[in-house]
């Protein structure tokens, strides 16, 4: 497995201090963050998953807790639209150039707005996708908010 990803280096660029994690990634998981939770020993509230969705037809990240779902309507308002839906997996892939399972928030092809739910800030230290499968960054939350220039919600149903 590489290290070097498009996701670990622009978290370098950043000047972020964070450590890598591999885990065995299951591709028939049912719910690939909760896997990785799992797979690396951590509370599933402390392990993100990255989803890309649209709100009003324009893409967005969002970032939340891997055992949490997006609420629809705190998502929209938070990214100042009326609707948000999730985006088609093959859509998601051409956007972020990365494949579903690991997708992260980090190093995605075209830059879009990032949501992050407002728990993630509650812990110290917090794991999102290093920029493939089975392969965990972690990271202070409020470093990765100012990196991403984030907007912070409640975004969780």
């Given at each position: 497995?590489?290290?070097?990803?498009?996701?670990?280096?622009?978290?370098?660029?950043?000047?972020?201090?964070?450590?890598?994690?591999?885990?065995?990634?299951?591709?028939?998981?049912?719910?690939?963050g909760l896997q990785a939770a799992e797979a690396?020993?951590?509370?599933?509230?402390?392990?993100?998953k990255t989803l890309m969705t649209r709100v009003d037809g324009r893409p967005v990240c969002v970032v939340l807790a891997s055992d949490r779902e997006v609420a629809m309507k705190k998502l929209a308002a938070a990214a100042g639209?009326?609707?948000?839906?999730?985006?088609?997996?093959?859509?998601?892939?051409?956007?972020?150039?990365?494949?579903i399972g690991g997708v992260s928030p980090?190093?995605?092809?075209?830059?879009?707005?990032?949501?992050?739910?407002?728990?993630a800030l509650e812990h110290a230290q917090v794991y999102v996708n290093g920029g493939q499968r089975g392969l965990q960054a972690r990271l202070d939350p409020a470093q990765m908010r100012d990196a991403l220039e984030a907007i912070v919600a409640e975004i969780s149903a």
């Open positions: 497995m590489s290290k070097s990803t498009p996701a670990t280096l622009a978290l370098t660029r950043a000047g972020l201090t964070f450590t890598l994690h591999a885990y065995d990634y299951d591709p028939s998981a049912e719910r690939i690396l020993g951590e509370p599933p509230s402390r392990v993100l639209g009326k609707s948000a839906e999730m985006m088609a997996p093959a859509e998601a892939e051409r956007m972020t150039g990365y494949r980090f190093g995605q092809k075209r830059k879009v707005p990032t949501v992050l739910d407002r728990a």
